[in-house]
């Protein structure tokens, strides 16, 4: 009988820590313009806890852009989610000539 305790334990915590660490990750688009579509891209990302807390200031496309070295017309804004239990990152993608 403790055998069996032990063994239904272990499944337990281990379909535990596989929830925990299982993840989604989806890319929307969310603004395409008229400027032409190149080779640079820029990311911009941050950890989001509970759907609501973002823990990077800088998040967003002028940070994006920076990081691209994009100084002129942002072409397209993609954004990747990657969905945790506790939390998620969110980045955001920008591309430009």
Known sequence: MR???KRILNVIIAASCSALLASCAITLPVAVSI???GTKT???SSVVLFGSIYLNGD???KDAANKGKISGAIAT???KTTSYVFFSKKELIVTSK
């Open 59 to 61: 998040y967003g496309v």
């Open 77 to 79: 804004i993609d954004e």
């Open 42 to 44: 820029g990311v911009s």
């Open 3 to 5: 055998i069996m305790k």
């Open 35 to 37: 400027a032409p579509i």
